[in-house]
């Protein structure tokens, strides 16, 4: 089906909001450790509560914090949050077929709350050309997760203290065993496992011997190149 005959309808924003709930719980749980964080860093409970609100980038907003200071050093904070989120460029990347021929302030709208889990969710449903159905889990399910991150980052300044590190109880693992969930859910073709082999690896090794947070950029340009590589070529599976 093409994206210029889909309608983004409300029943469909409606039930990708939903199925992004079990997942926002997680991400309100970092938004409320990102709060205490920020309250301990001086900011104040509105700056924080919209810096979570307007950018809606949970990992680079721990890095800011790290840099956070009387004196911001502005380079190398935009640097390190670029590296951070650079992963995003792929996921628009990967996104524009399908979102395209929206028009733009739909096509934007989606955008500005893409990210990591609902991403991966219309992705496979793109892939089985449910188009409807990963449009609305890409805005209905961006709403949800932006909408828990902000709220949490709210209750931080109150309730933070309980979860001051998430790590203790494995809420840090929750995302990465979301996404990898998506992955074995997906094409199990020799193709596909090729590329996710060469990300996977490329990445590990990224991380053990390369500066902080470039294993995203490599293991997905890798992981990307590889597709390019062999995206013509013929496998049994």
Not at 51 to 75: K, N, R
Not at 137 to 145: F, N, V
Not at 158 to 174: A, K, R
Request: charged letters at 10%; aromatic letters at 12%; a negative charge.
């Amino acid at each position: 089906m093409h994206t210029s005959e889909l309608r983004l309808e409300i029943p469909w924003i409606q039930q990708g909001f939903i199925r992004l709930i079990p997942i926002s719980v997680f991400v309100f749980v970092f938004g409320a450790a990102f709060g205490l964080a920020a309250s301990q860093e001086g900011l104040s409970e509105s700056a924080s509560v919209w810096m979570s609100t307007l950018v809606f980038a949970g990992a680079s907003q721990f890095g800011a914090l790290d840099l956070w200071g009387s004196s911001v050093p502005v380079v190398p904070l935009a640097i390190t949050v670029f590296a951070i989120n650079a992963r995003h460029l792929l996921i628009g990347a990967t996104l524009y077929p399908h979102i395209r021929e929206l028009n733009p302030i739909t096509r934007y709208s989606i955008m500005l709350v893409a990210s990591d889990a609902n991403w991966a969710m219309s992705m496979r449903a793109f892939t089985q050309n449910k188009m409807q159905e990963g449009l609305g889990l890409l805005l209905g399910g961006g709403i949800a997760l932006w909408a828990f991150w902000a709220l949490g980052t709210w209750a931080g300044f109150y309730l933070g203290n309980t979860i001051s590190n998430p790590s203790t109880f494995g809420f840090d693992m929750v995302m990465g065993c979301f996404l990898l969930t998506m992955v074995l859910e997906g094409n199990k073709d020799t193709k596909t496992s090729i590329i996710w082999l060469v990300a996977g690896v490329s990445s590990i090794a990224a991380y053990l011997y390369l500066p902080e947070n470039s294993h995203v950029i490599v293991g997905a340009l890798s992981g990307g190149v590889m597709g390019i590589v062999i995206g013509d070529k013929k496998y049994d599976d």
